[in-house]
C-alpha cells in the first residue's frame, strides 16, 4: 500500500510539473490583455470598478444618487451638496473617481463630456479628470465652470489622448460655497467621447506669453501657465489646464539649463537659453528664455536658536503655515512674484515692486508673538538703487477682535531711507530687524506688508527677500 502511495504521489508531482511547465511555455509570446475601452463614467449608476475618493477637509457626505433629479429623465444622476461656510463636518466639496479595474484606455476619445445643473448659477472651482491619488500624472483642470439652473452640456477637452492608455482618474471636482452659501448640483450622462468639430488645438506654456528670467546656476524654476485650447463645433473656446505629462519641452541651449518631463527647469550654466514645448506635435505659444548671471549668493544663515524664532519663511527653520507671500491687492499692487529655489534655498523674488502683502490669517492661524520682540528680513536688491530709495517693513496684529481695522489693531513699522543703517544698496544681503516690544498686542499677528515708504523711487525694482522670522531676544 505505501509504495502504490508513494508512486500515485510521484506521478502527481510529474503530473503537476508538466502542467505549469505546460502553462508557462502556453503564454510565451503572448500580449498581456489590454485595458477596457468603456467610455462611460456615470450613466444610471457607476460603471464597473469606479470609486469614490473625497478629498481631505471636503464634507464626506457631499456627493449622493439621485433619482429625482435627472437629465432626459435617465434613472439616476450623481448630485454633489457644496457646505455653507462655517459647517463643521467640511469646508468644501471634492472628490475623485477612480477606476479599480487597472485603468482605462481613453486613446480612442477627445473629450469628458456630461450634463449638469445647480440649484444656483453657481461656478465650480476646479472639475476635470486625471487625478487618482497616485501621481495625478495626467491631471486635466478646468477652472470656474460655470453652471446654469437648467441641464447643460459641458466639454473638457483631453489635450492629447494617446497617452490616456490606461487611466485610473476618470473624474475629479472640488467646489466651495458661493458668497459663504451652500448650493447642490447634479451631473449626469457623464462619460468619454470622440467628439466631432473639435478643432484648432493651441497648447501654452506661460499663459502663451514670451518671459525672460534672470536666474542663476543650481536655481530651479518650474514651468507655469500650461494650458490647452480647443475650438468646439459651437465655435466657442474651451481651455483646460494641462499637466505637464502632455508637453514635450525642450531648452535651446542645455548647457545652460535642461528642462526634465515635469516641467521643471535647472540652471546648470551661464549664459542665455530658450525653454520651449510641443504637444502632440504642436508647437505651444509661450516661452521662457533664462539668463542665468552666474553662482548665487545665498543670504546669511540666521543664528538664533530654533526654541526663540516663529519663522515665516526661512530653509533654516520650520515654518508656520501661511496664506500667501503676495496678495496681489487689485488694483493698485503692481508687485509680482517670481520665486526660484537655488541650490535646495528657497527665495521670494518680488519684480515690478511697489507693495506687497504676507498673510497669515485666512484660512491659516494668526501667529501668536507674545513671547517674540523682532522681526528679521533679509533683502537683496540686484539691480542699481536709485538715489532717494526707501524700503519699509510694517507688521500688523489684529487683536482681540480677530479683524482688519476693527479698532484694536497694533502695528510695528521701520523705514529704511537714505542715511539710516543699515543702508539699501545693491548686490549685497541687508538685514533689516524690526523691534516689536512696543506693540501693544502681539499675540493675534496676521500681516506684513512690505513698502517703498511711499518714496516710490523703488517702484518697479526687483527685491529678493529670505529669512523672514520673529525672535525673542
Do not use: H
Not at 25 to 51: K, M, W
Not at 122 to 132: P, S, Y
Not at 217 to 238: E, M, R, Y
Amino acid at each position: 500500500m505505501a509504495l502504490i502511495n508513494t508512486t500515485r504521489t510521484i506521478l502527481a508531482g510529474l503530473l503537476l510539473m508538466f502542467i505549469v511547465q505546460g502553462c508557462e511555455r502556453s503564454v510565451d509570446g503572448l500580449e498581456e490583455p489590454g485595458f477596457t475601452e468603456n467610455p462611460d463614467v456615470f450613466i444610471d449608476g457607476f460603471s464597473s470598478g469606479l470609486e469614490y475618493y473625497p478629498f481631505e477637509g471636503s464634507r464626506l457626505d457631499a456627493f449622493s444618487v439621485d433619482n429625482d433629479n435627472t437629465y432626459d429623465n435617465s434613472n439616476l444622476a450623481m448630485r454633489f451638496d457644496v457646505p455653507n461656510v462655517g459647517d463643521p463636518l467640511g469646508t468644501y466639496a471634492g472628490a475623485i473617481f477612480r477606476d479599480e479595474n487597472g485603468g482605462r484606455d481613453l486613446t480612442s476619445y477627445n473629450a469628458l463630456t456630461f450634463y449638469a445643473k445647480g440649484t444656483i448659477a453657481g461656478t465650480i472651482n476646479e472639475i476635470g479628470f486625471g487625478q487618482d491619488f497616485l501621481g495625478n500624472e495626467y491631471a486635466v483642470t478646468l477652472n470656474n465652470l460655470k453652471l446654469t439652473t437648467n441641464w447643460e452640456k459641458y466639454v473638457i477637452p483631453i489635450p492629447n489622448a494617446s497617452v490616456l492608455t490606461s487611466s485610473q482618474g476618470l473624474f475629479w471636482y472640488a467646489e466651495g460655497p458661493e458668497d459663504g452659501d451652500g448650493y447642490s448640483f447634479w451631473v449626469d450622462e457623464l462619460k468619454y467621447e470622440n467628439l466631432s468639430g473639435l478643432a484648432q488645438p493651441r497648447p501654452a506654456i506661460n499663459n502663451g506669453n514670451d518671459e525672460t528670467q534672470t536666474s542663476f546656476i543650481g536655481s530651479s524654476i518650474q514651468l507655469p501657465g500650461l494650458t490647452f485650447t480647443i475650438n468646439q463645433a459651437n465655435g466657442v473656446d474651451v481651455t483646460v489646464g494641462a499637466a505637464p505629462a502632455y508637453f514635450t519641452f525642450s531648452s535651446s541651449e542645455p548647457g545652460v539649463a535642461t528642462v526634465n518631463e515635469n516641467g521643471l527647469v535647472s540652471v546648470v550654466g551661464e549664459g542665455t537659453t530658450e525653454i520651449t514645448a510641443t504637444l502632440n506635435g504642436v508647437e505651444a505659444n509661450g516661452s521662457l528664455t533664462i539668463e542665468s548671471i552666474g553662482n548665487f549668493t545665498p543670504a546669511p544663515t540666521p543664528s538664533e536658536s530654533p526654541d526663540d524664532v516663529i519663522s515665516i519663511f526661512s530653509d533654516a527653520y520650520d515654518n508656520v503655515p501661511v496664506d500667501f507671500y503676495n496678495g496681489f491687492y487689485a488694483p493698485f499692487q503692481t508687485t509680482t512674484s517670481n520665486d526660484f529655489t537655488v541650490n535646495g534655498n528657497s527665495v521670494l523674488n518680488y519684480e515690478n515692486f511697489n507693495f506687497v502683502g504676507i498673510e497669515f490669517n485666512q484660512n491659516v492661524p494668526t501667529i501668536d508673538g507674545s513671547n517674540m520682540t523682532n522681526l528679521s528680513v533679509d533683502i537683496y536688491l540686484p539691480n542699481a538703487v536709485p538715489p532717494g530709495s526707501a524700503f519699509a517693513v510694517n507688521l500688523r496684529d489684529y487683536g482681540a477682535d480677530d479683524s482688519f481695522g476693527g479698532g484694536d489693531d497694533s502695528t510695528a513699522r521701520i523705514n529704511i531711507t537714505p542715511g539710516t543703517n543699515p543702508a539699501l544698496v545693491s548686490g549685497q544681503w541687508i538685514n533689516i530687524d524690526l523691534d516689536i516690544s512696543g506693540m501693544t498686542n502681539r499675540s493675534n499677528l496676521g500681516q506684513i506688508v512690505f513698502d517703498d515708504d511711499q518714496g516710490k523711487a523703488l517702484d518697479g525694482a526687483t527685491i529678493y527677500v529670505d529669512n523672514i522670522y520673529l525672535y525673542n531676544e
